[in-house]
């Protein structure tokens, strides 16, 4: 059992970097390899012991109900013709009864508001919030290392990676007052800070332990950055009482919000794997050898 039982996964994006892709399909059902974006978040949730599943949608995001659901018929026709890596596949899929909840985002006014509108499923417990877009590659997944460490400080807590200034306008940046291990106790965070402005170089990506006082903070706060319920002012405006802390956890992050990011995940799920690694090494190594001189 884990004190961190419920996650909230925002996916209701128009995805507008991979169109003409997302026209009909939701960019969190792009495959990377052979599994679409928003499996691979939902692995993670399940192996840090996640037992409820929210998923804040919106219009046009149909397919994502339809990924989770049994199919039923599909399974009886590949079980009849006897193809059980194909079956083994489909399980991924499989969901225990009722741990799946869908609510609509009917307007995209951010984060903040997309989780806020999670507030009567979570109640009064902490919960985590998974952004799929960002793919994490790692032995141990980084919602189950922030779990564990979680248990010990508690409060808010938000998974980091050390960036190059260079880069740090393009994050929330954590302002650190100490760090312990991993795990750096933080002042507050800052979004997009100019590189000379920044606190320190600690990003903030995509994973978040919460505890349920966010939500009183959530309901009061008005508009932010760009117009929209900004989740960092939220937990900045409930620093007396939660407190943040970032982890920095052990794995490699892709941002696959961008095409670039998508592109390099695939390559490295694809070198993981043993009966694709080989023959892609080896075009890879190919396209990227310096072209010969034509005699």
């Known amino acids: 059992m884990t004190h961190v039982r419920k996650a909230v996964f925002p996916v209701a994006g128009m995805g507008t970097r991979f169109l003409p892709a997302t026209k009909s ?17 939902v692995d993670e949730a399940r192996e840090a012991g996640i037992e409820e599943f929210i998923f804040v949608t919106a219009a046009g995001k149909g397919a994502l109900e339809d990924y989770f659901d049994t199919a039923a018929a599909l399974e009886q026709r590949i079980e009849a013709a006897g193809k059980a890596d194909a079956l083994a596949a489909l399980e991924r899929t499989r969901m225990p009864e009722g741990a799946l909840s869908f609510l609509r985002q009917p307007n995209p006014r951010g984060l903040g508001h997309a989780v806020r509108l999670a507030r009567k499923l979570v ?13 994490i590659r790692a032995r141990r997944g980084a919602l189950a290392q922030m779990v564990e460490a979680h248990a010990r400080t508690r409060g808010h807590m938000v998974a980091t990676m ?5 880069k740090v306008s393009a994050y929330g940046v954590l302002d650190v007052a100490r760090r312990d291990g991993r795990v750096a106790v933080a002042r507050g965070m800052v979004e997009k800070p100019r590189a ?37 002012d939220a937990i900045n405006a409930d620093l007396p009482r939660a407190g943040v802390c970032g982890y920095a956890f052990e794995g490699e992050r892709f941002d696959c919000g961008s095409i670039q990011g998508f592109v390099q995940a695939t390559a490295a799920f694809a070198l993981d794997r043993p009966e694709l690694a ?8 190919e396209r990227s050898a310096p072209l010969r001189q034509v005699a």
């Open 278 to 285: 080989g023959e892609l090494r080896g075009f890879l190594a």
């Open 196 to 232: 000379e402005a920044a606190p320190s170089t600690s990003a903030v990506i995509g994973r978040y332990i919460l505890e349920p006082s966010i939500f009183d903070k959530l309901e009061t706060l008005g508009p932010g950055a760009g117009g929209e319920l900004q989740l960092t």
């Open 25 to 41: 399909i939701p960019k969190e059902m792009l495959p990377l390899v052979d599994r679409p974006l928003i499996q691979y978040a």
């Open 123 to 135: 109640s009064d417990e902490p919960f985590a919030v998974l952004l799929p877009d960002d793919v």
């Open 162 to 166: 050390d960036v190059p200034r260079s």
